[in-house]
């Protein structure tokens, strides 16, 4: 069975961290990509970060560059989402999910310009709740 736990989220003050986890299962974890979304009441879904599990190479959010930090440890199937500095606009649910990037995926080559764009993604996480307060 295909799962992805995204678990860390919480109540924060502004200027604050936190550290987001999702643990994947049911899947070659170095064949996929681990993306971070997230969405506030009234928003869109946000493309936060990437990570490929592969190469190793990540992605991000114009919005979040230099605050966040995506990390991936191989031997516990796990993805890290560090995020320091928070702000009240990042208040929302974060959900982590994954594409699959395997080299006979068309994917593969494509991650660059699709990492952000949700329908992209084969498996979801449940989200994890961020409140960042002011």
């Known amino acids: 069975e295909v799962q992805l736990q995204a678990s860390g989220g919480g109540l924060v003050q502004a200027g604050g961290s936190l550290r987001l986890s999702c643990a994947a299962s049911?899947?070659?974890?170095?064949?996929?990509?681990i993306g971070w979304f997230r969405q506030a009441p009234g928003k869109d879904r946000e493309g936060v970060s990437c990570?490929?599990?592969?190469?190793?190479?990540?992605y991000y959010a114009d919005s979040v560059k230099g605050r966040f930090t995506v990390s991936s440890d191989g031997a516990s199937n796990t993805v890290s989402l560090q995020m320091d500095s928070l702000k009240p606009e990042d208040t929302a649910v974060y959900y982590c999910?994954?594409?699959?990037?395997?080299?006979?995926?068309?994917?593969?080559?494509?991650?660059?310009?699709?990492?952000?764009?949700?329908?992209?993604?084969?498996?979801w996480g449940q989200g994890t709740l961020v409140t960042v307060s002011s």
């Open positions: 990570i490929n599990n592969s190469d190793g190479r990540t």
């Open positions: 999910a994954a594409i699959e990037i395997a080299p006979h995926s068309r994917k593969v080559l494509l991650l660059p310009r699709i990492w952000s764009l949700d329908y992209e993604y084969n498996y």
């Open positions: 049911g899947f070659i974890f170095r064949d996929y990509a």
